[in-house]
C-alpha cells in the first residue's frame, strides 16, 4: 500500500501554469497506474489525466488535453501535473489517486479502479 501528498497547488492568474507534485510512499510504487482527479465546489469529482506505472501510456480527459502533461519518476516515487495555460474552469481541489496493477501499460479512468487517495491541493484560476 501506499500513501500519496499532494503538493503545488495555488492562486494563479488565467493563462499561467502551475505544477502540482504527488508523492508516494512505499517500495512498490512502480507497481500502481497513477492518476489525478479534481472537484470543483458543488461539482461530480472529475478524471484529469492517467499514467501507467511504466510511464509509456498517459490519458486526458478532453477539457485538459493539450495543455496538461502527466509524468511520473518512479526512481523518486513522484508524479506531477504540469498544467499550462489554466482557466478559471480549472479551479478545484486536485488529488492524486494510486491504483495497483501488473499491467505496466495500463491505465485507469474512473475512480472507483483507485484504491489509494491522497488529501488534495487547491488551485484557485483567476479571471
Known amino acids: 500500500q501506499v500513501q500519496l501528498v499532494e503538493s503545488g497547488g495555488g492562486l494563479v492568474q488565467a493563462g499561467g501554469s502551475l505544477r502540482l507534485s504527488c508523492a508516494a510512499s512505499g517500495r512498490t510504487f512502480s507497481s500502481y497506474a497513477m492518476g489525478w482527479f479534481r472537484q470543483a465546489p458543488g461539482k461530480e469529482r472529475e478524471f484529469v489525466a492517467a499514467?501507467?506505472?511504466?510511464?509509456?501510456?498517459?490519458y486526458y480527459a478532453d477539457s485538459v488535453k493539450g495543455r496538461f502533461t502527466i509524468s511520473r519518476d518512479n526512481a523518486k516515487n513522484m508524479v506531477t501535473l504540469q498544467m499550462n495555460s489554466l482557466k478559471p474552469e480549472d479551479t478545484a481541489v486536485y488529488c492524486c489517486a494510486a491504483g495497483r496493477t501488473s499491467i505496466s501499460v495500463r491505465i485507469f479512468r474512473t475512480a472507483n479502479e483507485y484504491s489509494t487517495w491522497g488529501q488534495g491541493t487547491q488551485v484557485t484560476v483567476s479571471s
Open positions: 499514467i501507467s506505472w511504466s510511464g509509456g501510456t498517459t
